[in-house]
């Protein structure tokens, strides 16, 4: 382990990557701890950072640690010791696990941490794991081997290569398989199974392709269901554990919802869609789309914001939910 390691990541100059993708790691499951140990009052540890009252989320920490962190790796870039540069790559780490851990406060503009929305954040994590781990093997999106930029046939091979790279996962994203689109810019035959196989019902793609092809739209639901459901369940699942809360029946029964709210056949191009964004945007004269309500987030333009007595004690941003 030592030798592949000496070899894999110190030889080849991974070090900083690795160091980064452990602080990742580490802030991560560190403020997860953090922040059910807060949640549950726990008297010997940390309390949320309120000075006068306002409540700082751990976004902000995680926000000024990585800026610093990533002008360091800069700075250092040309001169600095493999040591140095450690250094800072795992504070950089640490700092995006803790941006990314709220990255559906971000999306949402609210405190979404402990509400249903909040699984964004954790699917964000896991994505940045992935990326992360499969740049940490060797595995370059549009890289050609390595191809000589000196010889122009090996120059445009790896163009003509790159070109196919980026339009295959243009087509998968379309299709509506972000994971295995993002995933297959560094496995190329993930890209073109994803792309020959059926979209993703409600994709771009079966709206344009498949609402005149009713066969195909029906055979696509019934493959996103049989597919989806084993998955989903397990993402539910180790949501809910990472969350502190794992529960077999809840796993189940949500993968249930998520399916019936989710799969479905996409709308006919021009039918719906056109209205629904409409309708999302606020309107002239009207509530901002920016931090009053955002698209999609369950009301209509306008409509009074949910009561804060309606809330749950732990979903208020002002309640110790995290730090």
Do not use: C
Request: charged share 20%; proline share 6%; aromatic share 10%.
């Amino acid at each position: 382990m030592g030798h592949w390691f000496t070899e894999n990541i110190i030889d080849n100059g991974r070090l900083p990557l690795f160091m980064a993708y452990i602080g990742f790691i580490l802030g991560f499951l560190g403020i997860r701890i953090s922040v059910r140990l807060i949640r549950a009052e726990v008297s010997w540890w940390f309390n949320n950072v309120t000075p006068g009252g306002l409540h700082i989320h751990h976004v902000v920490f995680g926000t000024v640690l990585t800026m610093l962190s990533g002008l360091g790796l800069i700075a250092l870039a040309i001169n600095g010791s493999q040591t140095t540069l450690s250094i800072f790559a795992a504070l950089f780490g640490v700092g995006a696990a803790l941006v990314l851990d709220e990255f559906a406060l971000i999306f949402y503009l609210r405190d979404v941490y402990w509400a249903e929305e909040g699984r964004a954040s954790l699917d964000a994590v896991f994505v940045a794991m992935a990326v992360m781990g499969l740049i940490l093997l060797g595995y370059h999106p549009l890289d050609w081997w390595g191809a000589d930029t000196n010889d122009v046939a090996a120059t445009a091979a790896a163009v003509i290569y790159s070109g196919v790279v980026l339009a295959l996962a243009g087509l998968v994203l379309l299709k509506g398989k972000i994971w295995t689109g993002l995933i297959g810019l560094f496995i190329f035959p993930l890209l073109v199974v994803a792309a020959i196989r059926l979209a993703r019902p409600t994709s771009p793609w079966a709206r344009w392709r498949y609402t005149k092809r009713p066969k195909k739209m029906n055979a696509a639901v019934r493959r996103e269901r049989r597919v989806r459901r084993p998955l989903i369940r397990a993402k539910i699942f180790m949501q809910d554990l990472m969350a502190g809360k794992p529960d077999v029946a809840h796993a189940k029964s949500g993968a249930e919802e998520e399916l019936n709210a989710k799969v479905h056949p996409a709308p006919a191009k021009g039918e719906s869609a056109g209205l629904v964004l409409t309708e999302a945007i606020s309107p002239g004269g009207g509530a901002s789309g920016t931090i009053d309500q955002l698209p999609f987030d369950g009301q209509q333009p306008g409509a009074p914001a949910e009561a804060e007595t309606s809330r749950r004690p732990h979903e208020s941003e002002h309640e110790p939910v995290e730090p």
